[in-house]
């Protein structure tokens, strides 16, 4: 079992910025994915950035040039830093940790920090 702390999220208005933070412990594999994923009410979760063990990303296309997503492999903490929020970007965000280089990938999830972007 992989466990996931979340941390990072808060309220702030339309243009700022907020850093999200998950450490990940436990049964940990150096071949895995972190990532961040978000849900706003009514919606189902969708990507909004992963960061592979060797460095490939991904980036849903609403926030390329606003997020940038890094880790440090040593810690096992993923982070996520978001500038020029849009109230659009109001959803709880989850740190999902993706087990890789097996037969079935295994995920395991945070538990989801409240991202409130204000107008």
């Known amino acids: 079992q992989v466990q996931l702390v979340e941390s990072g999220g808060g309220l702030v208005q339309a243009g700022g910025s907020l850093r999200l933070s998950c450490a990940a412990s436990?049964?940990?594999?150096?071949?895995?994915?972190m990532g961040w994923f978000r849900q706003a009410p009514g919606k189902q979760r969708e990507l909004v950035a992963t960061?592979?063990?060797?460095?490939?990303?991904e980036y849903t296309d609403s926030v390329k040039g606003r997020f940038t997503i890094s880790r440090d492999n040593a810690k096992n903490v993923v982070y996520l830093q978001m500038n020029t929020l849009k109230p659009e970007d109001t959803a709880i965000y989850y740190c999902?940790?993706?087990?890789?280089?097996?037969?079935?990938?295994?995920?395991?999830w945070g538990q989801g920090t409240q991202v409130t972007v204000s107008s």
């Open positions: 960061m592979t063990s060797v460095g490939f990303t």
């Open positions: 436990g049964s940990t594999s150096s071949i895995n994915a």
């Open positions: 999902r940790y993706s087990v890789l280089g097996t037969v079935v990938r295994r995920d395991y």
